[in-house]
């Protein structure tokens, strides 16, 4: 891959890197990994944990594995490992062969287990799940020993063996680690480290019975894939004892070492598998890839770059504490990309014809700019004629005098084309404006007049000749309130106006050629995408991917 992940923002991860290369305490290598569960698809703030372990890993010439956590069969499936795959390879992170699984080590998990109840630091439990939480103690009181911690090594060792074998029930038996049950830390009062599942594995299918729980899988598997730095989220920080207390406990093939950061929050969606599955199994999107999700696949199809993401995760920087960021960080991610990179081309989203009365019954072609500010993206030639669409909102019959646009008796420039002036305005019997009629003045072709005359208003255009119809998506934020999850229901924040549809535009012919997921400048409306899935040449759909900030000024100067 040739894409840098830029970590230019100075960062705490860095330094401690830094330390640690000055110190060679990592033997002067640094190790990353993004480890997923794959539950679900990946989201913006995965996307931020890519970002810094790949860039870590790229900045300081070490090497960064993509690690599936699937130690949980129930909720983990196939079509989320590809999901994940496919994510994470258009965000640009380059994982070489270092492609794992956790259920790949599931044979050394075991291994390490059996060694912990040899040292008689782990004993097989029969308390069940109600109970083992209730002689866990709470934060003001000390836990209690389950009866069975005691148990002979002999006997433990035996059980643990028929919970692999498949001879229990699940939760009959678990595993724990035997730490102490009066830790002021919770995850320290004998955690369980093993359950039984009897469960069907999307990769393992049935042959283990039991599955390790994640804190005794993760630091083990980081071990194993001699990962000096094991980055996370902060709601992890009360777990790095126990992390520490499985490697130091075990003779393992690298000691790692977990550092926490501030996890991503955005305003005005979920950033959660579990609420996100909600809302595409309950149908509130279309899918996991709907273009309101905040999702990799949503954000892909929204018309979202790879590079606008990793800028964003850029800008956003890595921290110690929560924030919550505002989403048009993200969108102004987009709109600084796009703007350097998407043709611009002109397509009228709500249009009203106009009849240019004195234009002869011919069609010309005018060359309009591909990109005003890089000449180098060219030119192109559009077609103009007897009849064009404008925007309906760029004509007022009752105009203010600070209506730059079109209005009764008024001259605007099309750009690229002529000036023209209102002279009639045609409605039907219901009083809707159905056409405008129009004169343009043969002297201003390209839109300046010969005579220096002001003209300060300039609308864009498509000519009826030619013109493409089009389905245009418009999209709002997902939710209506900035943190959903605030509220009581947080569903009932949903934004049922989040989707819009129209039927109506009428595109520039040069868009014919537009290939699914292409993106381009609809002048003075935003930047919009070919949809990726349901635009094709017969039937073209674009989804408005950002709006531009500033809706119409810029043009005309
Ligand atoms: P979710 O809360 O969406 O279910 P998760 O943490 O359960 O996320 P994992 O698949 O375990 O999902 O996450 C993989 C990695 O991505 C973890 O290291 C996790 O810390 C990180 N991650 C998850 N959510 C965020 C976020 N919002 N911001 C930054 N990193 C995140
Ligand atoms: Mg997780």
């Keep these: 891959m040739t894409d840098t992940i830029n970590t230019s923002s100075s960062n705490f991860i860095r330094r401690i890197i830094e330390d640690d290369l000055a110190s060679n305490s990592t033997g002067g290598k640094v190790h990353t990994r993004f480890p997923p569960e794959p539950n679900g698809y990946l989201h913006i703030g995965h996307a931020k944990s890519i970002c810094i372990n790949y860039g870590l ?88 020993n389950s009866p069975w911690r005691n148990r002979d090594v002999a006997e433990s060792l035996a059980l643990f063996a028929r919970m692999k074998q498949g001879d229990f029930e699940d939760g009959q038996y678990v595993l724990r680690a035997k730490i102490d049950m009066a830790s002021p830390n919770l995850n320290m009062r004998d955690p369980v ?21 994640y804190d005794y899988a993760h630091c083990l598997s980081d071990a194993i894939e001699h990962i000096t730095h094991s980055i996370c989220t902060l709601e992890f920080e009360d777990h790095r004892p126990l992390y520490d207390w ?25 950033l959660s598998k579990r609420k996100l599955i909600e809302l595409v199994k309950e149908s509130f999107v279309s899918g996991w890839n709907d273009p309101r999700m905040p999702t990799l696949s949503g954000l892909r199809r929204r018309g979202y770059t790879p590079s606008s993401i990793r800028n964003f995760c850029d800008v956003i920087g890595v ?26 081309v002109m397509a ?55 209506f730059y646009r079109l209005a009764p008796g008024r001259e605007v420039r099309l750009r690229y ?12 019997a219901q009083g809707d404006i159905v056409e405008l009629h129009c004169t343009y003045d043969p002297a201003t072709r390209g839109g300046n007049a010969p005579d220096g005359r002001k003209v300060k208003g300039t609308i864009h255009w498509v000519a009826q000749v030619g013109a493409i119809e089009a389905e245009i998506r418009l999209y709002d934020r997902l939710f209506t309130a900035p943190i959903p999850e605030k509220l009581d229901d947080w569903k009932s924040a949903f934004n049922q106006d989040s989707s819009q549809i129209l039927h109506t535009a009428m595109l520039e012919p040069s868009l014919a050629q537009a290939k699914p997921g292409a993106a381009y400048q609809f002048e003075r409306l935003g930047y919009f995408s070919a949809d990726l899935l349901d635009h094709t040449s017969n039937r073209p759909v674009f989804n408005r991917s950002v709006t531009m900030k500033d809706t119409w000024a810029k043009v005309s100067k």
């Design 246 to 270: 499985v490697l130091d406990n075990l003779q393992t093939p690298s000691r790692p070492h977990q550092y926490e950061f501030a996890r991503l929050n955005l305003d005005y969606t979920v």
């Design 417 to 428: 084309a002529y000036l023209i002036t209102c002279k009639e305005v045609i409605k039907n």
């Design 319 to 344: 921290t110690k504490n929560d924030t919550r960021i505002d989403p048009v960080i993200l969108e102004n991610a987009l709109r600084d990309d796009l703007g350097e990179t998407a043709q611009r």
């Design 348 to 402: 009228v989203l709500n249009p009203v014809k106009v009849v240019i009365e004195n234009y002869p019954d011919t069609t010309e072609q005018l060359e309009a700019q591909n990109h005003p500010q890089k000449p180098e993206m060219g030119t192109r030639m559009i077609p103009f004629g007897k009849v064009i669409y404008i925007e309906r909102d760029d004509f007022m019959e009752d105009a203010p005098k600070n």
């Design 57 to 144: 890993a790229q900045e300081f010439n070490g090497s960064f594995n993509l690690r599936f956590d699937d130690t949980n069969p129930e909720k983990e499936e196939v079509e989320y490992v590809e999901s994940i795959i496919e994510d994470v390879r258009w965000l640009g992170a380059n994982w070489k062969s270092r492609m794992f699984f956790a259920s790949d080590y599931f044979e050394q998990l075991y291994q390490y287990a059996v060694e912990l109840i040899r040292q008689d630091k782990a004993y097989v439990d029969e308390l069940n799940a109600e109970k083992i939480r209730e002689y866990r103690g709470n934060l003001t009181e000390p836990g209690r």
């Design 193 to 213: 480290i093993y359950r039984i599942r009897n469960a069907v594995h999307h990769r393992t299918g049935d042959s283990w019975k039991i599955y390790p729980m």
